[in-house]
């Protein structure tokens, strides 16, 4: 093989390496990969966008199989619940927190959410479009994945195109998944007024603890962030952390949420709490962008990471813009 065909063969690849976002048709999965990050989400046989895996660098596709729907537990846990699913709507016997609820018209509440279609944009943006299973209301979900840092930014765009107004009763980013299993503990931040940013830190249980603000701003009472360990052994240079941030200035929320299957998952976005956006025929609602990462290296580097990306893609010039003033 001559040295001009082999670079040839080199250079064709090179768009194919920098991908950061790839789809797998055979087995219905999509994969973000950055940094010493994989994320693995997939379609199961109910059509419902699903949550696979999200740690550790994986390199073999051959470790990734097509996702499948966790079975019902019970009458009343069923499959809808028991399924980790990436954006549930309200409805079909969901029982854990939806990242859609919705009022139509005739009073009907029941929004399910199935696969419509997706696109990869150059190789780095995945969108996923899903719809109800009745109407024409979509969620336009958004995914990219920073290749520095592995963070990946969540949003969604919820469009009406029932031919009737509708009314957005809940509108989140989306939700995280840790990997199942118990002994989980959150650290957040907490403050107030000259006493800002409070490092708290308590066990995952079964059930919810809700980090918000219905101040119609972040506020320094809480700080829309979160970080997870298991079994507290994480420290600033050691440890499995999943650690993210809502970039959203008005009310928010972040609910982390322990099922009785032993699920730890977190959902973010708009504040719930006095909200009723009417959403008229046409018209569509973007959510905040959502951010979370994962590192093995502590809490020290879940941090370092953060900044690193707020710097580079957040904040206005990127790395290269000028000092900030002090207020």
């Known amino acids: 093989m001559s040295s001009k065909f082999c670079l040839v063969a080199v250079l064709a690849a090179l768009p194919c390496l920098a991908q950061s976002v790839r789809s797998l048709p055979d087995r219905k999965l999509w994969v973000l990969e950055g940094k010493n990050v994989t994320y693995v989400l997939g379609l199961n046989e109910h059509n419902e966008l699903q949550h696979s895996y999200w740690g550790k660098r994986l390199y073999r596709d051959a470790d990734l199989t097509p996702v499948h729907s966790v079975p019902d537990w ?7 619940t028991t399924t980790p699913q990436e954006y549930p709507g309200w409805g079909a016997g969901l029982y854990v927190e939806p990242c859609l609820k919705a009022t139509f018209p005739n009073g009907n509440r029941e929004v399910v959410l199935v696969y419509s279609k997706d696109r990869i944009d150059d190789g ?14 979509f969620a336009t979900l958004q995914y990219s994945i920073d290749p520095e840092t592995g963070i990946i930014r969540k949003q969604a765009t919820i469009r009406n195109q029932t031919g009737q107004p509708v009314v957005i009763e809940s509108a989140q980013s989306g939700a ?15 403050g107030r007024w000259a006493g ?6 308590d066990a995952v249980r079964p059930g919810m603890q809700v980090l918000e603000s219905r101040r119609g701003s972040t506020s320094h009472q809480v700080n829309p962030w979160f970080a997870i360990d298991r079994g ?14 809502l970039g959203w200035s008005g009310s928010w929320k972040i609910s982390v949420e322990q099922t009785s299957h032993q699920q730890v998952r977190v959902t973010g976005g708009f504040n719930d709490f006095d909200f009723a956006y009417p959403l008229a025929n046409g018209e569509s609602l973007e959510t905040p962008a959502f951010y979370a990462g994962y590192t093995d290296g502590g ?27 002090v207020l």
Do not use: C, M
């Open 124 to 137: 780095n943006t995945l969108t996923i479009e899903l719809k109800d299973i009745q109407v024409n209301l």
């Open 196 to 201: 800002e940013t409070q490092l708290q830190r």
């Open 74 to 80: 019970a009458s009343f846990d069923l499959s809808t």
């Open 299 to 325: 809490f020290g580097e879940a941090s370092r990471l953060l900044h690193y990306y707020e710097r580079a893609e957040i904040l206005p010039g990127g790395l290269h813009s000028r000092l900030r003033p």
């Open 232 to 245: 507290g052994q994480a420290d600033q240079d050691h440890g499995d952390v999943w650690f993210g941030a």
């Open 176 to 190: 995280w998944y840790v990997p199942r299993g118990d002994g989980y503990r959150l650290s957040y931040l907490t």
